[in-house]
Structure formats: structure tokens, C-alpha cells
């Protein structure tokens, strides 16, 4: 499984910047623990943003940190689903239909108007 991992990009680091959150050029993606080398795989970017967010841009020395990890980590841990999206097509399908219509509604929800009022609030009322 580790031959799988590979970089798709990141996007992001946490607050401590030991944390890097990742896609995977496979469709799943993961937290990259910087100090440990451990990897947790996951289908859903939103299953690592409901326990931190990740507001820190990547360097290029941090991209190639993450490649360095992918290759040789210390260990892999994987989601619920992680390892059958690759191998059950029906999960596959299932999954990546949830994506589409979570991005769609993304895209739906960020229009202008929420954006200037972001922008407008952005210190408070």
C-alpha cells in the first residue's frame, strides 16, 4: 500500500506546521505527521478538518518533506473505507459522487455576494 501514496498537492499546514494535509493523486487524501512520519489516509478532506484547521501555506521544502514521508513513512493508518475505495468500485462510485455534489455545493455557496460580505465582516459587525 505505501507505493500508493502520492502526492497530488497540499493543501495545507496547521497552526503548529507539523501537520500537512494532502490529496493523493488516487482521489483519497491524508495527514502527513512531520515529526512522527506517520500517515493517515482518508476519502473525505473532511474528516481531518473537523479537528483542526490548516491556514498555513506550504513551502517547497515542505512539499518535498511530504514526498520524502510518502516514500518511506513510519507508518500508515487508514480510515473506515480508505483501502476499499481502491478496491470495491462501488465504493469508489459512491464516494466520488458524494464529492461532486459537496463541491457543487461549495461552488453554489462562494459567489460573489458571500464573498464581499466575508470580506466586509471579515473584523467583525
Given at each position: 500500500?505505501?507505493?500508493?501514496?502520492?502526492?497530488?498537492?497540499?493543501?495545507?499546514l496547521?497552526?503548529?506546521?507539523?501537520?500537512i494535509?494532502?490529496?493523493?493523486?488516487?482521489?483519497?487524501?491524508?495527514?502527513v505527521?512531520?515529526?512522527?512520519r506517520?500517515?493517515?489516509?482518508?476519502?473525505?478532506?473532511?474528516?481531518?478538518?473537523?479537528?483542526?484547521d490548516?491556514?498555513?501555506?506550504?513551502?517547497?521544502?515542505?512539499?518535498?518533506?511530504?514526498k520524502d514521508?510518502?516514500?518511506?513513512?513510519?507508518?500508515?493508518?487508514?480510515?473506515?473505507?480508505?483501502?476499499?475505495?481502491?478496491?470495491?468500485?462501488?465504493?469508489?462510485?459512491?464516494?466520488d459522487?458524494?464529492k461532486?455534489?459537496?463541491?457543487?455545493?461549495?461552488?453554489?455557496?462562494?459567489?460573489?455576494?458571500?464573498?464581499?460580505?466575508?470580506?466586509?465582516?471579515?473584523?467583525?459587525?
Amino acid at each position: 500500500m505505501k507505493s500508493l501514496l502520492e502526492l497530488n498537492k497540499i493543501i495545507g499546514l496547521d497552526d503548529t506546521e507539523n501537520n500537512i494535509l494532502i490529496t493523493l493523486l488516487d482521489g483519497r487524501c491524508a495527514l502527513v505527521d512531520k515529526k512522527s512520519r506517520h500517515v493517515v489516509v482518508e476519502i473525505l478532506v473532511d474528516s481531518f478538518y473537523k479537528w483542526m484547521d490548516f491556514p498555513n501555506q506550504a513551502s517547497g521544502e515542505d512539499e518535498e518533506f511530504v514526498k520524502d514521508i510518502l516514500k518511506n513513512p513510519h507508518d500508515v493508518g487508514f480510515g473506515p473505507c480508505a483501502k476499499r475505495y481502491l478496491t470495491d468500485e462501488q465504493t469508489k462510485q459512491n464516494f466520488d459522487k458524494l464529492k461532486k455534489i459537496w463541491n457543487t455545493i461549495i461552488k453554489l455557496m462562494v459567489n460573489p455576494m458571500t464573498i464581499y460580505c466575508l470580506e466586509v465582516f471579515e473584523d467583525g459587525i
